[in-house]
């Protein structure tokens, strides 16, 4: 076996590495995957082991386990992985953030940390073979911050509310007014000074009491070679707390001489201020996950043995029969056994009326069952619930850094070290130039107070969590920040036809058979068809139980992709398909050719069934006709009002594509792709794509699962499957096309926002610093525009919360 031996390192100085990997099946899985990490730059020792299916292998320190990861999935394997959140505690600025994900980054195994300032909530990716989360939490604690594994998304949303309660605040006011009144009223021309020893003992407790967070936090910082907020706060109120010092010593505790406590003082207390509410601000952004999560009941009422038991929500398990009385909450998923009721599910689906639910009929769990006693069968409970994983994905979008976020991660690096540079220069002018050193100490400290990397760190975020929970409220669900940020750009959006446009329960209205006999021609569909998911194959059995025929046994029964199946029946070799399978397999179709294209010229849905073999033998047509959606025109004409062009991708012929296109004002010619292979939709997606042109995706089947992937933003319906809402980046919890403009909507709003945080976060800190160099500002207003501006972020991010979605 070839190795790498990186000629700068010894043995001991490699790093060992084991990544699991998974899909190897035999010994030549495991020696590519050795040959391609051998010729890695970097790695040696590069040894498999098939049984353990785990890759280990000695490398380079400065490798990324992300780059060896790429190593493995580029030769066609999976390295498996975990995810978890922390609750990191102790962040106040951009510059936080980002020290605590290079401090995850060093942790051996750890693929990738992205820490969100706003929920203050570190979501780490790492090797499933991570051995202990105490890792983790040693990492942040040695960058300066606390860590706690976040148990849910409730308690994690703001893990430092205790460390901010109000009485701080309004102690530190309570001190400071006194310094400040004599500031006022020499403004009218009295004199109130306050003595120097009184002036001392009130600035005290400001700042060494109530301001010893920015001391313990900056210090933090400075021993982990960063900088951050806090340190700014804090050495520039200590300036100015020590230029007071000093004078008073020169000129005596009794002096009545003007100091600089109210500087100190009011700086620190502003900045508690702008805390304490930006604190209370980021609260009503996670308000969407609180509200998701107050849907689940603590408790169940199941029917066990014929009795009744009240039950915790954990204790249920799968097949249980759960009641649900009037008024209540849906605990579970599952499906309706016994009684009929209205059920409110608008917290879910953004439904807004409620809908009539009977036996037979899914139930979602934190539903509100309104009026009857309803049965219910249960079908999932805890992490599969359909509530749980729409909280999850509320919370893999909001933990998620959008691609805007990168520019302010980049600026945040270097933000504190600029800031203390432009503070000494000032110092050093001032005090050289104009020779006065309290001039130049207290500009210095206005440079210091007035610089906020706060706002830069909760502008992307904090409208992120806003945007993405108002779209939860309304049933959109975005599963993550960059499907978010590209939404906006969407210019044109493809549909598949069935189940998105239309209503996806398509029923058989012809049957033609060559013989007469469609009874047979039924039947031997049916027996192809039998166990099939797919929604012509439930046309079909539907029509077979009305007709009360009697199904015969098939065999060798297999999907033939795009183009329909193939089984053997009776001893005959039948193939039921499309028009484009009849053609592959040599089907003269003239028998009912004219028949077919009446049927398609009414926009029907045709399938052809024939007898393989040397000499295929056309058996008859069946027709199926699906009803449009009432919302799918509205859809199309609300993406045309924003400037969004619509296609129809479709497996099915042209003359029912168009029937569609037609109903719903489409250009056939120009906006219809019909018999389109599952395979050729992403294809066509892309030749949409070229241009840098941004397009969408919209579907609800497994075969629509290559293109929403392909697309730049996925939109899939929930109504669909799950394959489906795995590959789109955003999923609709209503079968309701007309969502994908309100989709598109938010994700306008949303950037938007994003962009307006951002330009005034920049434009406050490219303004203010040199107006606080230059002179034109003092430490106290400073200190009360440094507050304000994290806060008016915070505050334009939840003005989303207004945005109302047109369905």
């Not at 750890?110 to 990716?125: G, H, K, Y």
């Not at 060798?556 to 592959?584: C, D, I, K, P, Q």
């Not at 929403?708 to 079968?735: C, E, F, P, Q, Y």
């Amino acid at each position: 076996m070839k190795t790498f031996q990186p000629n700068h390192l010894s043995n001991s100085q490699l790093a060992h590495w084991d990544f699991p990997v998974e899909g190897m099946t035999c010994a030549s899985c495991s020696g590519r995957i050795e040959k391609a990490l051998a010729n890695f730059p970097g790695v040696a020792n590069a040894s498999v082991n098939l049984a353990t299916e785990v890759a280990s292998f000695d490398a380079d320190p400065s490798l990324s386990a992300q780059s060896l990861r790429q190593v493995i999935e580029k030769a066609g394997y999976a390295v498996t992985q975990q995810s978890l959140r922390l609750a990191v505690g102790g962040m106040t600025c951009a510059s936080c953030s980002g020290r605590v994900e290079k401090a995850l980054l060093k942790v051996p195994g750890v693929l990738s940390a992205q820490v969100n300032l706003a929920t203050e909530i570190a979501q780490v990716v790492m090797l499933s073979r991570t051995p202990d989360i105490a890792l983790l939490i040693n990492a942040v604690d040695s960058a300066g911050y606390s860590a706690s594994l976040a148990l849910d998304a409730e308690q994690a949303a703001l893990p430092t509310q205790s460390a901010a309660p109000w009485w701080p605040v309004a102690l530190a006011a309570a001190l400071s007014l006194p310094l400040v009144i004599p500031m006022f009223a020499a403004v009218f021309g009295a004199n109130l000074m306050l003595p120097g020893w009184l002036q001392l003992a009130l600035a005290t407790p400001v700042q060494f009491w109530l301001g010893a967070r920015f001391y313990r936090a900056g210090f933090k910082a400075v021993m982990a070679g960063a900088g951050n907020m806090d340190l700014l706060v804090a050495l520039g109120t200590s300036a100015a707390y020590g230029l007071s010092v000093y004078q008073l010593i020169v000129n005596g505790f009794d002096s009545m001489a003007h100091l600089y406590f109210e500087a100190s003082a009011v700086v620190i207390t502003l900045v508690l201020l702008g805390k304490w509410m930006e604190t209370r601000a980021k609260r009503q952004t996670t308000e969407a996950i609180r509200a998701l999560n107050a849907l689940r009941p603590d408790v169940a009422r199941v029917r066990r043995d014929g009795a009744e038991l009240e039950l915790p929500l954990a204790q249920v398990v799968v097949g249980d029969l759960v009641v649900v009385r009037p008024g209540e909450r849906v605990p579970v998923d599952g499906l309706v056994q016994e009684g009929v009721s209205q059920v409110d599910e608008s917290l879910i689906t953004g439904e807004s009326l409620p809908v009539t639910k009977q036996v037979g009929d899914n139930v979602t769990g934190g539903a509100v069952n309104s009026e009857g006693l309803l049965l219910v069968k249960t079908t999932a409970v805890g992490a599969q619930t359909t509530l749980s994983q729409i909280v999850e994905m509320v919370e893999s979008a909001q933990a998620k850094k959008a691609p805007i976020q990168r520019l302010v991660d980049k600026v945040s690096e270097v933000f504190v070290p600029v800031v203390l540079g432009i503070a000494l220069l000032t110092l050093l002018a001032w005090s050289l130039i104009g020779g006065n050193w309290e001039t130049a100490i207290l500009n210095a400290v206005a440079v210091l107070v007035i610089a906020c990397p706060c706002a830069l760190g909760l502008a992307t975020p904090t409208a992120i969590m806003v945007g993405t929970g108002a779209a939860a409220r309304r049933g959109i669900l975005i599963k993550d920040a960059e499907a978010l940020e590209l939404a906006h750009k969407i210019k044109v959006v493809a549909f598949d036809k069935t189940g998105t446009l239309t209503e996806g329960r398509p029923e058989l209205v012809a049957l033609e058979a060559v013989n007469g006999k469609t009874n047979d021609l039924l039947a031997d569909c049916a027996a192809i068809q039998n166990g099939s998911e797919h929604s012509l194959a439930r046309a079909v059995m539907d029509a077979a139980k009305k007709a009360d025929i009697t199904l015969q046994p098939a065999s060798e029964v297999r999907a033939l992709a795009g183009r329909g199946m193939a089984a053997v029946v009776s001893g005959r070799e039948l193939r039921l398909g499309s028009s484009r399978l009849m053609h592959e397999l040599g089907v003269d179709l003239s028998a009912l050719a004219d028949r077919a294209a009446e049927l398609e010229a009414q926009g029907r849905t045709v399938s052809w069934l024939a007898k393989a073999g040397s000499e295929p033998v056309l058996l008859g047509l069946l027709a199926f006709g699906d009803e449009i959606k009432p919302a799918a025109r509205q859809a199309i004409d609300q993406l045309k009002s924003l400037g969004i062009r619509s296609i129809l991708l479709t497996g099915d012929n042209l003359g029912s594509a168009a029937r569609v296109a037609n109903a719903l004002g489409m250009d056939v010619e120009k906006d219809v792709r019909a018999q389109v292979l599952p395979a050729d939709k992403a294809g066509i997606v892309a030749e949409l794509k070229r241009g840098g042109v941004t397009v969408a995706m919209v579907g609800d089947g497994i075969n629509d699962a290559p293109a929403l992937a392909a697309a730049d933003v996925g939109i899939a319906m929930s109504t669909g499957t799950d394959v489906a809402m795995h590959a789109a980046g955003v999923t609709l919890m209503r079968g309701d096309p007309a969502l994908v403009a309100d989709a598109i909507e938010i994700s306008r709003l949303t950037y938007a926002k994003i962009r307006q945080n951002l330009f005034w976060a920049f434009f406050y800190n490219v303004v203010g610093i040199p107006l606080a160099a230059l002179g034109f500002l003092n430490p106290v207003v400073a200190g009360a525009a440094m507050a304000l501006s994290s806060v008016s972020v915070v505050g334009n991010a939840l003005l989303l919360r207004r945005w109302k979605a047109k369905q």
